[in-house]
């Protein structure tokens, strides 16, 4: 577990992500998203965009299930 401490920062408060913090999410570095969405379980912050992540999922089960289709279109 990593605690992290909120300061202010200008009209807003920041969050400082050491480099375990910043390793533990994947590298991050300046100017890299971050999302924050709610779970069952609190807050969970990812550098992966959730929303894009579920249009990739749908569009990899479309593109399984008409497989034949695509083959055919792309000839």
Known sequence: MIELTAKKWGNGIGV???????????GIGENDKLYLTRTPDGLRITPYNPDFERQMTEARKIMNDRRAVLRELAK
């Not at 400082?16 to 994947?26: C, T």
């Open 16 to 26: 400082l992500l050491d480099k375990q913090a910043r390793e533990l999410l994947g």
